[in-house]
């Protein structure tokens, strides 16, 4: 260890040398943050490049790897809780993806098509939201305006964990907050942390998303040429097979890349058309398998940062009162009735995508609820946007108020809240 420079804190830090090609993998699992600085050379987390001298800060429970082509030196300020350099790196064959799907670019732009339509399909615990991240940034660093797709609804990484959106993306991911820019992003409403629930809800917001995507590209020259990056589930089985097959059939995709899945790969390439191409990926060893656990952890977390920021971004959201009569209150998907309870030649109806009223009571303390941008009831409430997401702090039945934590300040712009499975008790 060097002796203590004059512009870092009274914090140990360490400097670390890293041949090309190789990377420093950290990870911060407690409530510390790091401080890095790229000291010479160049350097860069999933695509996204470091500045040399600049300090970036990095929060607690992220896992970060830092990739070198070249070499370079870093100054790591703080104690993570795992730090090691590995030369066992699959950011070779990433760039080779990247370079081969901007050459689809190229080359559907002189055909006058939408740019390749990407699609990253694997297991969880893989990487594919790392990858999906590091080939968005390869992109725009070459001057593509591509659009990020997330339909992973079990962990938010455009938006608050039960949604999807899509987010056109004209400039590299903040290495600090480990997200893109979030204007012109739009979101909608599932509910649910898995397909699983209502597939046939999943499958109908995956469709509107695909038909979102065609508007944005007829209606934006370099959304076309750049087109997207759409990343998926990790429920790879059953049910979840289907909807990653919805998802490839709905946005017509050109490239399906399949991470550290073999028996994936081969059904994929079976049951899409061979204009697809299909290509298997490995995945980094420093990707971390998680427990159900830390998914439910993680799943608080998005939905707190939603709301309050992360430490480097902090966040300030709102607490106020709406009205009973202010609002009406639905949850999308009736539950099935067992077909003993049917009359005899009675089918069951599905109720899928059914709006169903929901009681203004106190068993609603702690549910998130999205705010539809509809206007009337007339509009279908399952594949309108939503204008952004609210929790129910307390519910006075009295006073026939709802008290709710919201990014925003009141009064609410629209009337119809959509009821999630999502909670989040609010211990700030």
Known sequence: MSAEPEDVDCRSFKDWVLKKETELRLEVDND???????????????????????VYTICSRLKIALFTWYGCTLRVIGSP?????????????????????????????????????????????????????????????????????????GQGSICIPGSMAILPVVRPCDLETGEFSKKACLVYHYGHSSPGPNLKLYKTIVSELASMFKERCQANSQTKTG??????????????????LHVANAFEVDVVLV????????????????????VPLPKSGGVVVRSREFRKMSR????????????????????????????QLFKIGAPAVPESALPIGMEQEDGSTQLIPVEASRSLVHSIFSLSMATTLEEDLTVTASAGFLCITAVDEEAKTLTVLSPAQGPLPRKFLLQSDITFLDLE
């Not at 759409?230 to 289907?242: A, E, Q, R």
């Not at 992360?310 to 106020?320: N, W």
């Open 227 to 244: 087109g997207c990056v759409i990343n998926s589930c990790g429920w790879v089985d059953g049910g979840g097979y289907k909807a990653l």
């Open 300 to 327: 608080h977390q998005a939905t707190r940062e939603y709301f309050y920021g992360k430490k480097s971004h902090r966040l300030f959201p709102f607490s106020f009162e709406v009205s009973f009569s202010d609002v």
């Open 81 to 153: 809780s795992v730090h090691y350099q590995s030369g066992e790196t699959p950011m070779i064959m990433y760039l080779n993806a990247h370079s081969a799907i901007d050459q689809l670019r190229t080359k559907y732009e002189a055909n006058g098509r939408i740019g390749p339509k990407v699609l990253v399909v694997g297991p969880s615990d893989v990487g594919k939201s790392t990858l999906c991240r590091t080939l968005l940034n390869y992109a725009v660093r070459m001057g593509r305006h591509p659009c990020f797709l997330d339909v992973d609804i």
């Open 32 to 54: 510390d943050t790091l401080d890095i600085k790229l000291i010479s050379g160049s350097a860069e987390v999933f695509g996204t490049e470091l500045a040399v001298g600049k």
């Open 259 to 278: 991470m550290d899945h073999e028996r994936l790969y081969n059904d994929l390439q079976r049951e899409l058309p061979s204009s697809t191409h299909i």
